[in-house]
């Protein structure tokens, strides 16, 4: 799995990308947003900045996909002055509200000027001046990342790899140095970034604390239909109930990489986990280790990646066996073919995805998604490649972003992503300030709920994988298979908010984030650079929810929520025996409550959403321990003997 979609990072209008960042013509734009209207009630209030948004949607997010899709100056400058435009407008309208405290008003009206209050991550300053130099800031960040690079050589010689090339060293090599060189690559992308996300965060907590907040920290916890000191403990709570399955997670995986690199370079001291070496640019996702952490090599075939390549390779031969045209070398032609090729597969892949969604009995996805969708990295420009789903005019223009590759990575990824869409269009009869989720977590939780029901049965009855063998061992590579997406993610979930917290509220310091970040990875996941990381380097700019600017608890919470919506789906659906069988694919029933729940959008507070699904109004991990029982008492019985924990570096250490 991925983390890629974020509700648009800096105003979360229907738009579910990985933000471009923006801004204005002219920063005095506050002046120009329409005027209060003289006598307006709190109802036609919220009736009036419904429609306006709802006109303004349409430019802001066009000028995101164009700066994600075109990254260059001239997209950046649009992108940045679209989003000033944006930000002043809704502090115009937050002003505006204000005439309407203390009163008393309709349930869904007061809902309606709260959220107003809480619908950007970005607060940004009344002061012109400064939402100018901030939506400036976040889209030169996110240009950085967007076009990042790792370069070597000189001249003739030089030659660079971007994030998907880097990355594929770490999911494929198991060459120590060599992933350890492609780690550091990327990592050198985000040190210019440094003394710019210093600069945003001063801005961002201006903004927030004029908006009533302690600090942006406060506003991002305050999202959630609780206090957030309540949504701070919730997590905590969450966490504690998952964290023993983590720990013995690490605790093979340490195991399993001694015994690949040896003990002196499979772990870091105290028992952490070397993070060049877990398959992925963050330790997020440990899915690419399979060939070292599966647990019985020839038990259960789940290689889908074996059946995409299949695919792509038929889609390669039908493209070169068609007439070519009598101009264009053989040389070009064949380039040609691959293209169309490369295309043909993803959109096959993302069609596949389609299928689990429309068996459900929700509706095939518009023309136009297939038309403006960006499906393979474009030739000759730079492009925003990490996963992002699109509402672009709350209206049924719904996209996804990508660049897609052949594997079973990016095939749930795509499962994921048009979770957002189908979620995007259930809600778009809602008025505009309704169309979210019901909290950023239910965004997140959607289309991983579906993941959740591709079990090895599914995967075969699609041509995925073979017949599923029916045994002990194939039942545990197949949860192993899950958890090493879903269960190692837990913490990296929780921590990157830990981070920007601490250096919103002034308890992380910019003299001391790296050494932060790091301490917060040690905590939480378990894992240490092999090597030296000073406060030179700013790694946490190296993930892209840093420099995008999307907050990152709503990943952690879907991936409880998941297993909640999962089982729910799985009782609609009549599902009988453990819930890690069951597929709900092809299910009327489940999918009509489902989709009952995602029409309600950001209506009512989403203990309500929640409990007209579930049957319950907390979040609570039981269904994520329940699904995982037979792996833990495998993990368990395999660790039996070690000494399973780490011990993080002092403090000052």
């Known amino acids: 799995m991925k983390l890629r979609h974020a509700l648009l990072a800096t105003a979360v209008i229907g738009t579910l990308g990985l933000a471009a960042c923006k801004r204005d013509a002219e920063p005095t734009a506050p002046a120009a947003t329409p005027a209060a209207q003289q006598g307006e009630t709190a109802d036609q209030f919220v009736a009036r900045v419904n429609e306006e948004v709802r006109k303004l949607s349409t430019e802001l ?112 090599s198991r060459d120590y140095d060599a992933q350890l060189d492609a780690w550091q690559g990327w990592h050198t992308v985000s040190v210019p970034m440094r003394k710019d996300y210093v600069r945003f965060a001063e801005l961002v907590n201006e903004g927030a604390k004029e908006m009533g907040f302690a600090d942006a920290g406060e506003m991002w916890r305050s999202g959630y239909d609780m206090s957030p000191a309540e949504l701070a403990s919730e997590s905590d709570r969450l966490w504690g109930q998952v964290k023993p399955l983590y720990e013995q997670l690490h605790c093979y995986a340490r195991t399993r990489l001694d015994a690949q690199y040896g003990k002196d370079k499979g772990e870091v001291a105290g028992g952490l986990l070397p993070a060049h070496l877990m398959g992925n640019l963050w330790q997020q996702d440990w899915s690419n280790l399979w ?36 101009d264009g070398s053989a040389a ?217 600017n999307t907050p990152y608890t709503r990943y952690f919470l879907s991936h409880i929520l998941q297993f909640q919506f999962y089982k729910a789906l799985c009782d609609a659906s009549g599902h009988k025996g453990p819930l890690y069988e069951c597929s709900f694919y092809g299910n009327k029933e489940a999918g009509q409550r489902y989709w009952a729940m995602l029409s309600k959008g950001n209506s009512q507070p989403w203990q309500q959403t929640m409990k007209e699904l579930t049957g319950g109004e907390k979040m609570d991990a039981s269904a994520v321990l329940e699904y995982f029982a037979p792996l833990q008492d495998w993990l368990k019985q395999q660790n039996a003997g070690q000494q399973c924990g780490w011990q993080a570096p002092a403090a000052g250490a």
């Open 61 to 172: 997010n066009s000028a995101q996909w164009l700066s994600n899709t075109y990254i260059n100056s001239d997209s950046e400058l649009v992108a940045a002055k679209a989003n000033e435009r944006w930000l002043a407008q809704l502090n115009a309208w937050i002003e505006q509200s204000k005439r309407y405290d203390g009163q008393q008003l309709k349930p869904e009206t007061a809902r309606a000027l709260k959220l107003l209050k809480l619908w950007t991550a970005m607060p940004a300053p009344r002061d012109p001046k400064k939402l100018e130099e901030l939506t400036q800031l976040v889209t030169r960040m996110e240009g950085m990342y967007g076009a990042g690079s790792y370069c070597t050589g000189e001249g003739s010689s030089r030659s660079c790899r971007d994030i998907g090339q880097l990355s594929e060293v770490l999911a494929k």
């Open 332 to 548: 070009e032609r064949s380039f040609m073919a691959q293209r169309a090729a490369q295309l043909a597969t993803a959109k096959a892949m993302t069609e596949r995805a389609q299928d689990f969604y429309v068996s459900l009995g929700m509706p095939k996805l518009p023309e136009s998604y297939w038309q403006k969708s960006q499906f393979i990295k474009p030739l000759e420009r730079d492009v925003v490649c990490h996963a992002s789903a699109w509402d672009m005019n709350m209206a049924g223009d719904v996209r996804t972003k990508m660049c897609i590759v052949p594997s079973e990575e990016e095939l749930t990824t795509i499962y994921h992503e048009l979770g957002h869409i189908y979620y995007d269009l259930a809600y778009n009869k809602q008025p505009p300030i309704f169309q979210n989720g019901a909290h950023d977590g239910f965004h997140e939780a959607i289309g991983d709920t579906i993941v959740l029901a591709m079990t090895p049965q599914y995967l075969a009855s699609v041509g995925l994988v073979d017949a599923p063998e029916q045994s002990q061992e194939a039942l545990i590579n197949a949860q192993m298979r899950m958890a090493l997406a879903k269960v190692a993610f837990l913490p990296f979930g929780l921590m990157i908010d830990r981070w920007r917290w601490g250096v919103f509220d002034g308890s992380i310091q910019p003299d001391g984030y790296n050494k932060a970040w790091w301490a917060l990875k040690a905590k939480y996941q378990g894992v240490a650079p092999a090597t030296a990381r000073g406060e030179d380097f700013f790694d946490p700019g190296a993930k892209y929810h840093v420099p995008g």
């Open 291 to 326: 060939d070292i952490l599966q647990p019985y090599k020839a038990a259960g075939s789940l290689d889908v990646n074996a059946a995409l390549e299949r695919m792509a390779a038929a889609d390669l031969a039908r493209e070169l066996a068609k007439p070519a045209a009598a």
